[in-house]
């Protein structure tokens, strides 16, 4: 299941390379980043 994810997460990386890809994926490091302080 992992595998697959990652796998799917590269098609839609190649695919979605765009701006609305960039903002999807700042917004997730965002994420990932802001909980620690808050």
């Given at each position: 299941?992992?595998?697959?994810?990652?796998?799917?997460?590269?098609?839609?990386?190649?695919?979605?390379?765009?701006?609305?890809?960039?903002?999807?994926?700042?917004?997730?490091?965002?994420a990932?980043?802001?909980?620690?302080?808050?």
């Amino acid at each position: 299941m992992k595998i697959e994810g990652i796998a799917s997460l590269k098609l839609i990386f190649k695919k979605q390379k765009s701006e609305l890809w960039n903002i999807k994926h700042r917004s997730y490091l965002i994420a990932v980043t802001q909980p620690q302080i808050s």
